[in-house]
């Protein structure tokens, strides 16, 4: 376990539609654009996330395949957002980017958090506790 605390996370999925993805991961969550590739055998690909986080979100866009919309609205991404103030800024932030709140399939995230869906189906939580480990 030791070799993987030292190691970057990326979270790879396929999409449709890059450019339909920005302004939910960028505008609304402030990820950055840190990379990108074209035509590297047929797959277009972005990259995203936050200055000196440990990881990023990679998607991808094949041509000729189609990726299609999340096989379920359970498939999340989760951020502790302890902090109340934080949060909320957050959430105004995603509004203002016109990705306003969903219910979550699991309703155990609506208790103290905020789940969005992305233009593809996916979803991703806001939550305002503690990552309780």
Known sequence: MTLLKSRKLR???????LDALLPFYCTGLGFELIGSFQGHAGIDGIMLGHPGAPYHL?????????????????????????KADLLQ?????????????VASFNPYWDKAGYTFEDPDGYRTVLEGRAWPL
């Open 89 to 101: 800024q957050m959430v105004d932030r995603m509004m203002a980017a016109g990705f306003p709140p």
């Open 11 to 17: 979270v790879a999925r396929p999409t449709d539609n």
């Open 58 to 82: 990679e998607f991808t866009c094949t041509q000729g395949h189609t990726a299609g919309r999340s096989p379920s609205q359970d498939h999340l991404l989760v951020f502790y957002v302890p």
